[in-house]
């Protein structure tokens, strides 16, 4: 198994992995085209962050994080919103598909009244068939050891609340649960921190 950096072919696989094993996420439903644009400009920011974990060619797993997800949604929004537009026309005579639009990327402007670290890890998947191998672990940490190297000391993890598999991979890793918010109404998310060690590996 190696882990690595994406580069920007890994990107459509990316966004098929991430609908079809993120399928309960909001973003997911918004379809691979839309995916594969919002992991391009990941991978293009300055302060972006996207690791893949990859066995005999194939993409067993990904994770990605920003170190301001608020800003890094700004500038999404600025350079990429026609693009986005168009892969999500027939979405758009939802009213509620559009209000989720919203909520989503306005969400990291409520960080400074809950005081959270701006640095987020925005999603994590791995391949059903090589599950069972630690291979979350080592996204999870490579990750962290991409934020260190930035400065960074904490980074944020919002997870469903309904999401138990999940929030116990998060708890277990050691990231610790903060608060509780709506980022779509009606729908409760857990916010986690992970605190990095000044002593954690950076590779």
Same mark, same amino acid.
């Given at each position: ?19 079809? /094993? ?8 918004? +379809? ?24 005999? /060619? ?14 890094? =949604?700004?500038?999404?929004? =600025? ?27 306005? =969400? ?37 050891? /991409? ?12 997870? +469903? ?24 109404? +009606? ?6 921190? =992970? ?9």
């Amino acid at each position: 198994m190696r882990i690595r950096t994406a580069e920007l072919s890994d990107c459509k696989a990316i966004a098929i992995m991430h609908r079809i /094993n993120l399928d309960k996420s909001f973003l997911g439903s918004l +379809g691979t085209g839309f995916l594969k644009i919002l992991y391009q400009a990941i991978n293009n920011h300055q302060g972006g962050f996207l690791i893949v974990a990859v066995e005999n /060619n194939e993409l067993a797993g990904f994770v990605s994080g920003v170190d301001d997800v608020k800003s890094f =949604y700004k500038l999404f929004l =600025y350079k990429k919103w026609l693009a986005a537009i168009f892969a999500i026309i027939p979405k758009l005579f939802s009213l509620n598909i559009i209000k989720k639009v919203i909520e989503t990327f306005s =969400y990291g402007g409520h960080d400074s009244e809950i005081s959270l670290p701006k640095a987020e890890l925005l999603s994590i998947a791995v391949n059903e068939k090589y599950r069972g191998q630690g291979i979350s672990t080592q996204l999870f940490e490579e990750l962290a050891n /991409n934020f260190k190297l930035k400065g960074i000391k904490e980074f944020k993890i919002i997870v +469903g609340s309904d999401l138990l598999p999940a929030r116990k991979f998060y708890s277990k890793i050691g990231c610790v649960e903060r608060a509780s918010t709506q980022i779509h109404q +009606g729908q409760e998310s857990i916010i986690l921190a =992970y605190s990095i060690q000044p002593n954690q590996v950076v590779l």
